[in-house]
Nanobody
Framework: QVQVVESGGGSVQAGGSLRLSCLVS????????MGWFRQAPGKEREAVAR????????YYADSVKGRFTISQDNAKGMQYLKMNSLKPEDTALYSC????????????????????WGPGAQVTVSS
């Protein structure tokens, strides 16, 4: 059974930094997709960042580009989302999700393409 667990959320003042961690276990395949999403109260879930398995391309939402960075520790099965220069509008429940890649080897760009989700980590940024 696939399990996804996030950690590292918290509260920080605007301009501060946080690092979220995501641990995925249970996949029988060596390669799987991981994506980061967030949902603020009253808003739709937003894709934040992901790394493609093929080629390692990185995707970031325009709202976080230049401030958020994905990194991985493959030996530990961990992926990290480092968030710098946080803004109050970054306040949301951040979730890590995992899935097998699509038929063409690419990772799903949207939330509905992911099959396994963590419970989420709350990030609160105060002004």
């Amino acid at each position: 059974q696939v399990q996804v667990v996030e950690s590292g959320g918290g509260s920080v003042q605007a301009g501060g930094s946080l690092r979220l961690s995501c641990l995925v276990s249970g996949f029988t395949y060596r390669s799987y997709c991981m994506g980061w999403f967030r949902q603020a109260p009253g808003k739709e879930r937003e894709a934040v960042a992901r790394e493609e398995i093929l080629g390692g391309s990185l995707y970031y939402a325009d709202s976080v580009k230049g401030r958020f960075t994905i990194s991985q520790d493959n030996a530990k099965g961990m992926q990290y989302l480092k968030m710098n220069s946080l803004k109050p509008e970054d306040t949301a429940l951040y979730s890590c999700a995992a899935s097998l890649p699509r038929y063409d080897g690419s990772c799903p760009p949207f939330a509905d393409g992911y099959t396994s989700w963590g419970p989420g980590a709350q990030v609160t940024v105060s002004s």
